[in-house]
């Protein structure tokens, strides 16, 4: 009875009061926004300048090809490279093509010959899509001119590929420029705010004051505190599947598994972080376990892996990282949401799952046995300190 209880006062408080509200209206326009800016999937007309003092066929061909693709857009060609620096300090281009003079000779030579790429890593997934391509198209130019060269010698063509001598592309990347991907992304930063609501919420069934009669009693009070957490649960569960059934396939992120493997794994993964905000909160004041509980949410995306190979962290973190219910939960969904997945597929993820939940059960019985034994000392004070005053007798009067 108390449990429903707890259930529907949660639902009055979701709606009574403005502030909730306007937090998950915040966090609804957040995905729809991570939606809207990564839903493209690709990044396409990379701005770049090249500057060709070889001013030849060979030169004219790879100025071409870098324009005839979707990923780069040729924005001119510029006469030195300190106009080239310039371009790149000022951030008017992503990377800067330089054809030294004397290429189109070193091809037909066969001598070797180099073309020099400069990178702006400032913006990690330009700096990619800028270095992928203009690779390719060196590469493939590069093949071309030599065959066409070394054919013209009078060479067989069944060893023509053997005797190639290709362009030699030396790229700078000032900026240490790394792989990401809208498709990777995607998925983390969706359920990272379902993450955040998840802490928000149960937090709030801690923070938020009980009525006066459940208060004062030590069972109602937890069955009470139980149907509050059953309607955070619910509500989540409801955005996770929502997520998967309508959030990512609007960009085109279609789970390639079983249904039942997706919700299985959202289910366990909706219950342990609830449990692990729970032991925050029953451990710790109110004021500290707000703080604290924000604090594991917002790191809880490093400490997945995701971010930052869990193998790169000190020993230290790398055991504290299998105790955060996003880490497998994250993992897991790089598996089942991209491939055609197995349940073995999954069992490194669930027993790390199962190890939580053995120790998240543990913590929530031994807190909430050291309350008992804290209210229970309280009643023994207070009745202690409420036996009645003996009052001398009154002596009858002659």
Known sequence: MYLLKGFLDFLTILFRRPKF??????????VITVMSVYG?????DVPVYVVDHDNSTVSRTIRLYLDAGPDLKVLGTLDTLEEAQDALNNGDAAAVVYIP?????ALKTQSGG??????????????????????????????????????KKGLPKQELMGALQP????VDRPFNALTLYSEYLLPVLIFFCLNIFICLMTCACYQ???????????????????????????FSLLGGMWI??????????????????????????????????????????????????????????MFSGLTWPIEMMPWYLQEFTTWIPLTPFLQSVQVFLYHDANWGDLAAFYQMFLKQAVLFTIAIFVLMRLRDFKYFSKWCWKKLHASPVLEAPVEDKP
Not at 167 to 170: A, E, Q, V
């Open 244 to 301: 998967y059934q309508y959030g990512l396939p609007r960009v085109d992120i279609v789970l390639q598994s079983m249904p039942l493997m997706a919700l299985t794994a959202l289910l366990a993964y909706i219950l342990l972080t609830q449990a692990m905000f729970a032991i925050i909160n029953l451990a710790t004041p109110k004021p500290i376990a707000m703080s604290l509980s924000y604090l594991t949410c917002m790191l809880s995306v």
């Open 114 to 151: 180099h073309v020099f790429a400069y990178i702006d890593g400032t913006n990690m997934i330009l700096a990619k899509t800028a270095d992928k391509a203009i690779q390719t198209v060196v590469k493939s130019t590069s093949v071309g001119v030599s065959m066409i060269a070394v054919n």
């Open 208 to 234: 938020e004051p009980l009525p006066a009669p459940i208060q004062s009693h030590v069972i109602r009070k937890r069955f009470f505190y139980f149907g509050r957490l059953a309607a955070v649960f619910l």
């Open 167 to 170: 362009i030699n592309l030396d």
């Open 101 to 105: 003079n004397g290429l189109s000779q």
């Open 40 to 44: 493209v999937g690709v990044v396409s």
């Open 21 to 30: 509200l306007v937090m998950i209206a915040t966090l609804i326009l957040t």
